[in-house]
């Protein structure tokens, strides 16, 4: 079972979310919140495995809030919910730590995928999102040629070959089936991975394998 939390100031959109995931066998929804501080104090109060946050809220934002879960132990993963799908918005997002980025018109179908991704270890992004994101890593790269930190060299090579796939958008389960390791063994990885590089998401782990090279967009 998923365990869901659901952040949002408006009343209605939470209760249409909360509707659509609970219809789910497979996830429960345990709370909501309707600013990011709500967020936060739920995050400490249940075992969630996926908070839905939104961006613009009262007392506290939804990046400040993703940033101070993502610094608990043993946080939920978190998805972007937003109406602004903006370009400062995703980066904002992803650098505090969030597991993914959507807009709030993503069909009903899409968003019970992505609750199930992020709960896998997946990262999520829009579509149309992730080309801007991957046109602005190309601009940049165009612009300077970043060489690579010395820290990327800490990795295994085990853990660079994680880290690829991490960067490709597989699961834990499917990055499972193709190195023939157990679901553990990956999640281990990761989890090294993310500490040697001093990151707090996958997302973030997969941006800084664009970046610095290990992977180039199109492979």
Do not use: C
Not at 69 to 98: C, Q, S
């Amino acid at each position: 079972m998923i365990r869901v939390g659901i952040a949002d100031d408006q009343e209605l959109v939470r209760a249409g979310f909360a509707a659509l995931l609970d219809a789910d066998r497979g996830i429960e929804v345990l709370g909501q919140a309707g600013d990011g501080a709500g967020a936060v104090d739920l995050a400490r109060r249940h075992q969630l495995d996926v908070m839905l946050m939104d961006i613009r809220m009262p007392r506290m934002n939804g990046i400040e809030a993703a940033r101070r879960i993502r610094a608990m132990v043993d946080p939920p993963e978190i998805l972007i919910l937003t109406t602004f799908d903006t370009d400062e918005n995703a980066f904002d997002a992803l650098e505090a730590g969030a597991a993914g980025f959507l807009v709030k018109d993503t069909p009903p179908g899409q968003l019970l995928d992505a609750v199930r991704a992020a709960a896998g270890g997946g990262a999520v992004i829009s579509p149309v999102t992730t080309r801007r994101l991957v046109d602005h890593l190309v601009a940049a790269r165009m612009v300077v040629d970043r060489p690579v930190p010395a820290r990327l060299g800490a990795l295994t090579e085990r853990e660079r070959e994680v880290l690829v796939l991490v960067a490709r958008g597989r699961s834990n389960r499917e990055i499972s089936a193709q190195l023939r390791i157990s679901e553990l063994t990956v999640k281990t990885h990761v989890s090294r991975i993310l500490t040697k590089l001093g990151l707090e998401s996958r997302v973030q782990a997969a941006v800084m394998a664009y970046e610095t090279g290990l992977i180039r967009p199109g492979e």
